[in-house]
């Protein structure tokens, strides 16, 4: 479907209106378990408690130390990091992670999970190292136009989209796998219509008038597995770089999609920190919060994929709703730091992506800062 002249010509003004309010809706909350890849010239010896020297030998975890911590990680995401803003979805989470352990029981992990994945390789790998983390989060999305109380059938529905993602990690020198399960649900049950009006007029905003078009309650899901691999690696004994490759893929109602891409990264301390690497900017894990100086580094990557359903694009499943063509095709390009400070760690990523529908050629063009705090 084209979208009229008009409306092309005046997108960039009409969303401008309600940019701020995005700001504050994005706020992603993500704790995370980043804590076997921590090298240090003096390092702490492993925990007896959570590995046996024989674990240790065949793992070669001469410089890591395997006492499980946890993290709290603060996420803001938008895309007035980049002064624009052009239809991306906003959301707020929370998210809590616990490692590493060598094996997933029901001490670690929920007994849902624990029971499902006890058979499959995440689990039965030899040799790897664990972690797990649990993200919830609410996100949001609107046409560009806010004001208009109509519906609008050439632009995205109004949608409010709430989701607990349990991941689980496993990982060595070479690759690392992570195995998501999402549960969650869209409409309005998830408070996105309510959670957007209160910052608008907190702020001052243009107040969005569309939300009795929104998509109707429906429980969604979603499994995914994504696989990181080491293609090519230099490490000097202060810096170096690794080119890693990725495979990600994933079923459900809320989106089935198979993609692939390709990361060049350079800096310091990299021999684990690929254990939780993605260009998924408000689900990656800060790998450096436990390093035990200054490391960092600097990356730049890019994915392709082909996207069979999207449910904020392709509307309710099993009810009739607002819809709008999806675009198959989808490309991501990004480009980000890592670094670990004093008691703090960050990540920082630009990022750039195909529209998700056929009825624009606009990028989504956003930006992504978190902020790690580890605690035991």
């Known amino acids: 479907m084209e979208r009229?002249?008009?409306?092309?010509?005046?997108?960039?003004?009409?969303?401008?209106?309600?940019?701020?309010?995005s700001a504050c809706l994005s706020l992603t909350l993500l704790v995370g378990s980043n804590s076997t890849?921590?090298?240090?010239?003096?390092?702490?010896?492993?925990?007896?408690?959570?590995?046996?020297?024989?674990?240790?030998?065949s793992l070669e975890w001469n410089m890591v130390n395997l006492k499980s911590h946890s993290f709290l990680t603060f996420t803001l995401q938008n895309d007035l990091f980049v002064g624009d803003d052009a239809g991306y979805t906003n959301g707020v989470g929370l998210t809590y992670t616990k490692g590493p352990f060598l094996e997933f029981n029901d001490e670690n992990l929920f007994g849902y999970l624990n029971y499902l994945t006890k058979n499959t390789y995440i689990q039965t790998k030899p040799n790897k190292v664990r972690n797990v983390a649990h993200m919830f989060f609410q996100r949001m999305q609107t046409p560009e136009e806010i004001t208009v109380s109509e519906l609008q059938e050439d632009d995205v529905p109004y949608a409010g989209f709430?989701?607990?993602?349990?991941?689980?990690?496993?990982?060595?020198?070479?690759?690392?796998?992570?195995?998501?399960?999402?549960?969650?649900?869209?409409?309005?049950?998830?408070?996105?219509?309510?959670?957007?009006k209160i910052v608008h007029k907190i702020i001052g905003a243009d107040e969005p008038r569309g939300w009795d078009n929104q998509m109707e309650n429906e429980l969604v899901f979603r499994v995914e597995a994504l696989r990181v691999k080491k293609l090519r690696k230099n490490y000097g004994e202060r810096y170096g770089y690794d080119v890693l490759g990725m495979g990600l893929a994933g079923i459900g109602t809320i989106m089935s999609d198979a993609q692939v891409g390709l990361a060049v990264r350079w800096g310091s301390n990299m021999e684990y920190?690929?254990?939780?690497?993605s260009l998924q900017s408000d689900r990656q894990v800060n790998?450096?919060?436990?390093?035990?100086?200054?490391?960092?580094?600097?990356?730049?990557?890019?994915r392709i994929g082909y996207v069979a359903n999207d449910i904020l694009i392709d509307g309710n499943t099993f009810t009739d709703s607002h819809s709008v063509p999806l675009d198959h095709v989808q490309d991501?390009?990004?480009?980000?730091?890592?670094?670990?400070?004093?008691?703090?760690?960050?990540?920082?990523?630009?990022?750039s992506s195909s529209?998700?529908?056929?009825?624009?050629?606009s990028r989504d063009t956003f930006g992504a800062l978190s902020i790690t705090y580890p605690f035991q």
């Open 4 to 21: 009229p002249a008009t409306k092309s010509n005046n997108l960039g003004a009409r969303r401008k209106r309600g940019s701020i309010a």
């Open 37 to 57: 890849w921590a090298q240090s010239n003096e390092p702490d010896a492993p925990s007896t408690d959570d590995v046996s020297e024989a674990d240790t030998s």
């Open 162 to 196: 709430l989701a607990l993602q349990s991941m689980l990690s496993s990982w060595d020198k070479e690759n690392s796998d992570q195995l998501s399960v999402f549960l969650g649900a869209v409409g309005p049950v998830t408070l996105g219509e309510q959670s957007q």
């Open 273 to 277: 920190s690929h254990s939780t690497f």
């Open 287 to 302: 790998s450096l919060a436990l390093a035990k100086r200054h490391d960092f580094y600097l990356y730049l990557g890019g």
């Open 332 to 351: 991501q390009i990004s480009t980000g730091a890592v670094w670990k400070g004093k008691h703090l760690s960050y990540v920082f990523q630009l990022t």
């Open 355 to 361: 529209s998700r529908t056929t009825i624009s050629s």
